[in-house]
């Protein structure tokens, strides 16, 4: 018993050393970050790695032959690194899919896109994730590898068509709904305007108004713009709408036409707020500013570089101005950057609250 008792005190050793080890660490590191919820990740990860180095101590203090201790250790090793592995096979694809989207470039800080169900503009790019802005505010975070392996549609900078649907009766003549909403779309600001006939449904006719957004910024805006566009010149035209299928159960006299009251007596319009867009995408146009002032950047150095080729004094006063104006857009940028630094900050310190 005595023998008994001798072999299994290093064992007994090791595990109260192990645990006043892991129970001091917890200990020290919760009252040490008590007011910092941030470092909860790495609290986590020093005590995974004491309770790996406490494990394998355990391992070495068994009272077994060295051949054991050997086999265990080695099963040990086998697990991590099928754990390991397992688990780098997510992480270095979304690492390579990172690298494949900087290197393709088909989207940028600030662009509009819609990938899967989402939609909304890229507020920021890394090596792991892509952030998304919705169009609600709202800060979404997707892995670079769902964004290679699914469909991604980017609005150009250059500009975008819009559209609107709306169901008209078969009482309307084509040539009529044709001009009044072609009318409505020019009238909302869109360029080359044109309008389709999309179905002949069993109750009405689908059209579809469209024309080309220049300013790609104001995306959710012109699609609001379009519809009211729209709204108002069928309703001036005494045009009823009947999208998607119009019941009404009220006894109508014959000849009567659903309408709003005449335009003259409804009340103005109060004066337009902000645009949704300057809203819901801050970040994301913050972002679009860096990464503008980065290629602007890129452009004056790619310049400044064939004028030191090119030498000569006809060339100094050009490289003076073009170095003076890299200057103010580096300080643009460099404030740029502490600014959504310290948006981050703020909005992470209000989470944590």
């Known amino acids: ?47 995974l790695a004491l309770t790996l180095a406490g494990l394998l101590a355990l391992v070495v203090a068994l009272p077994v032959s ?22 780098s096979a997510t992480f270095i694809g979304n690492i390579l899919a990172g690298i494949m989207l900087k290197a393709v470039g088909s989207a940028r800080p600030g662009d509009f896109i819609t990938v899967a169900s989402l939609t909304g503009r890229i507020s920021e790019m890394g090596l792991l994730h892509t952030e998304i802005q919705t169009e609600f505010r709202d800060l979404v975070t997707v892995p670079n590898i769902y964004m290679v392996t699914q ?18 009766g078969f009482d309307v003549p084509h040539s009529r ?17 044109f309008v389709h006939v999309r179905e002949l449904g069993d109750f009405s006719v689908t059209y579809r108004a469209a024309g080309l957004l220049e300013d790609v910024q104001s995306l959710l805006s012109a699609r609001s713009k379009l519809q009211e566009c729209m709204l108002d010149g069928l309703h001036e035209a005494g045009i009823e709408i009947v999208s998607p ?8 006299e014959p000849g009567a036409r659903v309408l709003p009251p005449d335009q003259a007596q409804q009340s103005k319009p109060s004066a337009e707020g902000p645009q949704a867009e300057d809203i819901a995408f801050d970040k ?56 959504m630094q310290a948006e981050e900050r703020e909005e992470s310190g209000a989470a944590t609250r």
């Open 1 to 47: 018993m005595l023998e008994l008792l001798r072999s299994f005190l290093p064992l007994l050793l090791t595990l109260a050393l192990v645990l006043a080890t892991l129970l001091g660490a917890h200990v020290t590191l919760r009252r040490r970050w008590a007011e910092r919820p941030e470092a909860q990740f790495q609290f986590q990860l020093i005590m």
């Open 66 to 87: 060295d051949t054991v201790q050997g086999q265990l250790l080695s099963l040990i090793g086998i697990l991590l690194s099928a754990a390991i592995a397992l688990s």
């Open 151 to 168: 469909p991604v549609k980017v609005v150009r900078a250059s500009g975008s068509i819009i559209t609107a649907e709306v169901s008209l």
């Open 177 to 193: 709904a044709r001009e009044v909403l072609r009318s409505a779309a020019e009238a909302s600001g869109l360029k080359d305007c």
């Open 245 to 252: 299928t119009f019941m009404n159960t009220r006894a109508l």
């Open 284 to 339: 994301a146009e913050e972002a679009a500013s860096a990464e503008k002032l980065r290629l602007a950047i890129e452009e004056l150095d790619a310049e400044l570089t064939s004028l030191e080729e090119q030498g000569g004094d006809a060339v100094k006063d050009r490289a003076k101005q073009l170095a003076a104006d890299r200057e103010q857009l580096a300080a643009r940028l460099e404030s740029a950057l502490a600014r």
